[in-house]
């Protein structure tokens, strides 16, 4: 991690920094060299007025002397001195050093107050300011000029702010290192998580309250694992319930065919042992052909062979299919089937109606009853199975349509395998309708089944 990301981070951002400073930096002292003329000029005249009348007060005998003293003094200022034919006798802080025009020097010693600029050798320089003042010291005229030492300001500049950049960037780089293991701490704690999650381990826990990327990254991972916690758990469910009902008939089919095989087996209890084995085959194909029926609907190239439905009737024929197993436990079924057409699926809307009436007259005690009703309406249609079985819990209710799920309750005392209702809800999704479920337990189930009278899918031919 520290050699990936977290490199990574610091380095791209100390890299912007650095770059952005000394960008800024190069751009600062651009500006500076070109804005200092027009910001020393008002200086200057003041500094050389007030240095004339300096030196008209001093002797001319000491005025070499006094300018490299000045020049010390004032260190941001270089002055030159001419006297009255226009001769150099003083210049600081290089001595015998001539710049300025002769044609200056004659206007300012002709008592005008002159300012102008210097060409510098370097063209992409700015010009120097300078000012030039006369003043008289005992009846002799004389021009002073003044102009910024601009080299030693510059250099002052630069020294000043490469001091300020180094703290810049010394500062800024630990505080960076701090930020950066600020940010990455999330990161490392949900690739941790996600490596736990990969190895199976779902009980993560992301102390990570940011509401930011990463706060909404954390809480899907959350989410994630939270939702392969369920999957895992309906994963073991599904291999624990196929493995009984597999184990179960296998158990008996291999039983009596031990038995079958003792040649003094009396031909009634020989018929008998093969009934049972037909029925346990019977059993095993049943649901192997519910688990290729629920791959099947949940493929993408499931055939919906759409045509008109007459509901009522289909409804009838499914009632009367179950007639046997319904009058053997002496139930009572009350149907209300007004005329309706839906646009359907035949045989897999027919399952539909089969496993749920099989279901309620399986979880219904004997001297029951089941109720069927169908409503119409402008656009949808509803069916109604009603028991007075066993009921539900409030747990069952949420989780009975899931895949592979079934309660404990039923798989000891009722059998199946759990797949009727997850088949019952794929088919209705697949028409685009909705199923729900109420009841309490022991006052009975009411399973609503909701379907469009056109058909919300494209149908496949």
Not at 206 to 230: C, F, N, T, V, W
């Amino acid at each position: 991690m520290i050699r990936s990301f977290y490199f990574r981070l610091v380095v791209i951002v100390l890299l912007v920094v650095w770059f952005s400073i000394a960008l800024s930096s190069f751009t600062t002292s651009k500006l500076f060299r070109f804005n200092m003329s027009d910001r020393f000029e008002e200086r200057l005249r003041s500094s050389a007025q007030t240095t004339a009348s300096l030196l008209q007060s001093v002797g001319p005998s000491k005025l070499d002397e006094v300018v490299p003293t000045l020049s010390k003094l004032i260190p941001m200022h270089e002055y030159e001195l001419y006297e009255a034919d226009g001769q150099l006798i003083a210049s600081a802080p290089e001595a015998g050093r001539r710049l300025i025009p002769l044609e200056a020097v004659s206007r300012v010693l002709e008592g005008e107050a002159y300012t102008g600029h210097l060409e510098r050798e370097n063209k992409d320089e700015p010009p120097l300011p300078y000012t030039g003042f006369p003043f008289i010291a005992e009846g002799e005229k004389y021009a002073l000029f003044v102009y910024p030492d601009t080299k030693r300001q510059i250099r002052d500049f630069e020294n000043l702010r490469n001091q300020i950049l180094i703290n810049v960037l010394v500062i800024g780089s630990i505080l960076i290192v701090i930020a950066s293991r600020y940010l990455v701490r999330p990161v490392k704690k949900i690739t941790e998580a996600t490596h736990r999650i990969a190895k199976g381990d779902f009980d993560v826990s992301l102390d990570i309250r940011q509401k930011d990327e990463l706060g909404s990254l954390a809480e899907s991972i959350r989410h994630m694992a939270g939702e392969l916690k369920k999957m895992e758990e309906m994963r073991q469910t599904f291999v624990s319930n196929v493995s009984h009902d597999i184990q179960t008939p296998l158990t008996s089919i291999r039983g009596f065919s031990k038995l079958l095989q003792n040649d003094a087996l009396p031909p009634e209890e020989r018929l008998s042992y093969l009934k049972i084995i037909e029925q346990e085959s019977e059993r095993l194909s049943r649901l192997s052909e519910n688990l290729l029926k629920l791959a099947s609907l949940e493929s993408e190239n499931y055939p919906f062979h759409s045509v008109p439905v007459k509901l009522d009737e289909q409804l009838r024929r499914a009632a009367v299919a179950c007639e046997p197993l319904w009058s053997a436990k002496g139930l009572e079924l009350r149907l209300d089937l007004p005329k309706a057409v839906v646009v359907a699926d035949e045989d897999s809307l027919n399952q539909v109606w089969s496993n749920l009436l099989h279901n309620s007259i399986k979880f219904t005690p004997e001297g029951g009853r089941i109720d069927i009703s169908l409503t119409t309406g402008p656009e949808l249609v509803k069916v109604k199975i009603s028991d007075t079985g066993i009921g539900l819990s409030r747990q069952d209710r949420e989780r009975m349509f899931e895949r592979f799920f079934k309660a404990d309750a039923s798989r000891s005392e009722h059998g199946g395998s759990g797949l009727g209702l997850a088949i019952v809800r794929e088919i209705v999704d697949l028409h685009g309708g909705a199923i729900d479920a109420q009841g309490e337990p022991g006052e009975g189930t009411t399973i609503t089944v909701t379907l469009p009278l056109q058909p919300a899918l494209k149908p496949v031919p």
